[in-house]
């Protein structure tokens, strides 16, 4: 421990705290741009420099350690005007249209230049970098707001592994940028939307595609909704609560005001992807399958594999995700009971995820011969549909979701969490295969943020190993030992997104201590609902007696299986 | 953006090379250097950077960050020589720009351009440390100083014959 004086008020702090560590402790706001709490410290941007006593140059506290005895001043005039010398120069790189900015009010560089009181106007023509990048279905790049501060790409490369941002060029002219100046579409990218939540300007948004359900509204479509699992657990964060209040009844009655005629909720076609999955797991282990087995819910995820794995595809379960399980239903099995004609059916779905507006538009995903889910919206995006509508989300009454596909259990709800389909598919194949009842249905060895988590499964004599990953930096090490013939695993559980769908790109900015909320959200919503297997619904029962016949038989295989393909060229060219 | 397809055997090349640094991040500017040469014209297209990417084990686009930064690498297509001329100060007190105009002049381009028969590049450089022979060029690795009007034909001309023996 080390004695330091931080604006005349002395504490004690561990040696290698930083001073912008050790300020907070001490209830001094330092302003910070470059850093982030969950990211390695990159000191680049320079608007948190503070005075050190005995240094002539002004230091940034969000690189520099304290020692014994140092002396800090954080906010005499000198630090205040460099500071704001500091701010200028950003702001002259960077578009002066905030009023328009999808980040307008929660928006890390506007913060600062209020809580700097930095009103003047900037002495500098006002020069951005170059053009916007919409090429992508999921994420927007405006290269004039980017401030250059290298979160985003930290989190590309050092979290994902993906490497699809870097800064291109030096000095003035550096701007952010893909590997030889290509679009989003074109790189590597996997549309996860990491960097959107890493992002503290606008520079890097969800690709907002809120004008084409409104259109669709007016058209006079019938506009059905699906809600994911981890929707419910951010969006009344979105809207301003507390992280991790849960709340569907409310959500589901904002979507009806907003104007969509059905919401219907995704659990209902998780409970579904675990009756297939679960079935193909055992397939596989009995008839000497593939193994390990592979999950496929997540696309960004998806569209890694097939770019860095191509080889490892067979191990990718053939499942559709819940998203496109029950895209294909609303427009085949629905339509039958509603009396809808499919073509008059606009399917939205509402996301945690960026990378989902880009897997409902893959060629094969059109089962039902119309393209199966129309439009994808973001929790973000729906938080803003909510706003529009002039709707008071805390005051709202409750309402169920619409019947028939408005019944999840437990184990569909779980899914939005790192390890929630393990969870969910183990339940579910213990007692397929033990024909017992599983007393016990929390498997508290696949929870939790620990990057890749393994665990062992007793099915009655029947060991069966598992392995869960989140972020794909930890899927690519998984897969490299499985590539390498070191894994012995027979299912693993895969999600791009650090945490599972509730650390998503298209949720409210993220950071690790919302997630331990969010995550806490995810399993009390589990522990509340009275059926928590997949295979007990009984609107699940009930589909495959009425339509599907039985899991992994004729129509599942063409309504919610899948194939893939290989990307690879994607590094070549 | 470099469309160009690099021969097979320059990216063999290429990738031998690479390959003997597998791992070591640090080496990167080394065969960076290395590569540039190899490829004949004084670049590293995307190709180029696959191979590199592949055998040390970095990525693609740290490879583009990395050689959009330093001026001596280029990732589109430059001659087979590639001049650089001194625009520092000391340079440029002692006429650099008469050197570069008069440089323009012979090659038929503009600062920053390439002749058609992809023999030379024209560019701009920093100080490059030899301020006591100003105004100093670059050809490739080879120190020009102090270069007059009088003195460019002949420079020219060495690599220009070079260019005509092969």
Redesign the interface.
Known sequence: MVQIVIDGQETEVEVGTTILEAAKKVGVKIPTLCHHPDQAVKANCRICVVEIEGQKLLQPSCSFPVWEGMVVRTNTPKVQRVRSNVLELILAHHAQECLFCSRNGNCELQEVTQDMHFTREVRYTNETRHGKDESSPSVVRDTNKCILCGRC?YVC?KIQSV????????GFSTKL??????DLADSTCTNCGQCIQACPVGALTIHDDTEHVYEAMEAGKHVIAQVAPAVRITIAEALGENPGTVNKGRLVTAMKRVGFDKVFDTDFSADLTIMEEGHELLNRLQNGGTLPMVTSCCPAWIKFCETSFPEELPHLSTCKSPQQMFGALLKTWYPERSGVYPKDIYSVSIMPCTAKKFECVRPEMNSSGYQDVDKVITVQELANMICAAGINFADLPETEFDSPFGLGTGAGEIFGATGGVMEAALRTVYEVVTGEELEDVDFNAVRGFEGIKEASVDLKGIEVKVAIAHGLGNARKLMNAVKAGEADYHFIEVMACPGGCIGGGGNPIKNWKKMEKRLEGVYAEDKKLPIRKSHENPYIQKIYNDFLGEPLGEQSHKLLHTTYIDRSDI??? | ??TSHTPAMQLEQVASLAREFKGKKDQLMLVLLKAQKITGHNALP??V??VI??EMGV???????FA????MFS?EKRGKHVIRVCKSTPCHVNKASNAAHMLEKTLGIKMGETTEDGQFTLEHIECIGVCDRAPAMLVDDEVYGPVTEESIPGILSKYQMQGEEI
């Open positions: 790409s490369d490497g699809a941002l870097c800064k291109e060029g030096r940028s893909s590997a030889y100046g290509k590094f070549k060219s | 953006m470099n995307e190709d950077a696959v990417a592949e990525t693609k686009n740290h490879i583009y960050d959009t930064f330093y001026a990732t």
